[in-house]
């Protein structure tokens, strides 16, 4: 088996931007905190999760606490949904993502997975509003942990379970 994995924002869906605005306005909105992309550079996990942590230990000195996270996950999604509402070219798919999924699905050889650094709601809806059907793929998100590499390292074995393999033979990460 021969695996792709797919990133989302940026990769699939020209949701990079959006999800940025969003995220700082959940932010605010959920927990008071006032902050913007040019304050994450020295985020050491660049995933919904991972800034979620580092946000808060800058601000109150401690990881949000799970009603706060959720909290905070739930108002990112209600803004995505908005902000999809108000104008939906801002959740297009990336030119020629649906072309090449297909093209990859038909494929016996390559089978196709998804890590993302978005919560699993956020990014399900940004796949919905781009039209991409990946609902059924194997995925993993910040809910894995706030590593890239945990999400990645998720995605990998959720893909051998789904796929019903004991080994790939060759991992391409796209993103």
């Known amino acids: 088996m021969k695996l792709v994995i797919f ?39 660049v995933s919904d999760t991972g800034l979620a942590r580092y946000l808060y230990q800058s601000h109150f000195g ?38 090449m999924l297909l093209e990859l699905a038909e494929k016996r050889d390559w089978v196709i997975a998804m890590a993302t650094g978005c919560w699993r709601a956020s990014a399900e809806m940004k796949l919905r509003a781009a039209k991409l059907q990946l609902h059924h793929k194997p995925a993993g998100f910040a809910e894995d942990g706030p590593a890239r590499e945990s999400i990645v390292t998720t995605a990998i074995e959720r893909a051998t379970a789904h796929y019903a393999r004991t080994r790939v033979d060759r991992i391409v990460s796209v993103g």
């Open 7 to 45: 990133d989302i924002d940026g990769t699939l869906t020209l949701t990079s931007k959006v999800d940025g605005i969003c995220f700082e306005r959940a932010l605010g909105q959920a927990s008071g905190i006032r902050s913007s992309e040019g304050d994450w550079h020295a985020c050491p996990h």
């Open 62 to 99: 401690r990881d949000p606490h799970e009603h706060e996270e959720n909290s905070l996950r739930d108002c990112l999604v209600t803004l995505l949904e908005e902000q999809h509402v108000l104008d939906a070219s801002l959740f297009a798919e990336v030119a020629g993502a649906r072309a």
